[in-house]
């Protein structure tokens, strides 16, 4: 699951990698419209897949794959949190944020501005989408990014973690991603740590899918193959 600020190609290196490793993939795209609503839609497409589901998130869809709607669906075995939140009960995206310094995602480097269908879309300045966002991904690659940027309603990020965490109950892997200049690594190691999550340390901005494709697919790899020897 993409997070904020981007959409399902942030996955197209880990999915091609995963396909070649003859895994079933599904990259679909979040509404980004509240993280109730989130979560229910990923719910239901997970729903529909037959067999045991490892769940991949990046940054925001930390928070949907945590979400006990989520959490309802049985055929959840893990998560793997890719420089991403992983909120406890009662929390919230934008507050675990401000837990410590070194966050670039500042007023002075987002837009937020209505939204047609009567909501708010907030996004990065382009200008400012590398260097807060994806400072080791080729500038080209990040000026693309940045023009495809998918926004999220403001108001996502306050909404808080109605109960208990997907991850209090499936075992949960996590990516540190140790140059993010988005989500502080020291959020990331603390969320992690208090998870339990078998965590990776990789040098990464916070792009970490589509700048260190290889770790975060390895870190995948390990979830699968963990879940599958306990189900032996």
């Known amino acids: 699951m993409h997070g904020a600020l981007t959409d399902a190609s942030v996955w197209n290196e880990v999915t091609r990698r995963l396909q070649a490793d003859h895994h079933r993939v599904v990259a679909p795209a979040l509404p980004m419209r509240g993280l109730a609503d989130d979560a229910a839609y990923l719910a239901g497409i997970v729903d529909r897949i037959p067999g045991p589901v490892v769940l991949a998130a990046h940054s925001y869809a930390g928070a949907v794959v945590s979400h006990p709607v989520v959490g309802a669906c049985v055929n959840v075995t893990a998560l793997v949190y890719i420089a991403a939140f992983q909120p406890d009960s009662g929390e919230s995206a934008g507050e675990l944020n401000e837990k410590f310094p070194g966050s670039l995602l500042t007023a002075e480097n987002l ?112 979830a699968a193959a963990a879940r599958a020897a306990s189900h032996r």
């Open 111 to 222: 837009v937020v501005q209505p939204n047609p269908l009567g909501g708010q879309d907030l996004t990065l300045r382009p200008e400012r989408f590398a260097a807060v966002y994806a400072a080791d991904v080729d500038p080209a690659l990040a000026a693309v990014m940045a023009a495809a940027q998918r926004p999220i309603e403001p108001a996502a990020l306050g909404e808080r973690l109605p109960g208990e965490p997907t991850w209090r109950t499936r075992p949960s892997w996590a990516l540190v991603s140790t140059s993010d200049r988005s989500l502080p690594p020291e959020i990331l190691r603390f969320m992690a740590e208090r998870a339990g999550s078998h965590s990776v340390e990789v040098d990464s901005s916070h792009a970490a899918p589509v700048a260190q494709p290889s770790a975060v697919t390895d870190l995948i790899l390990q």
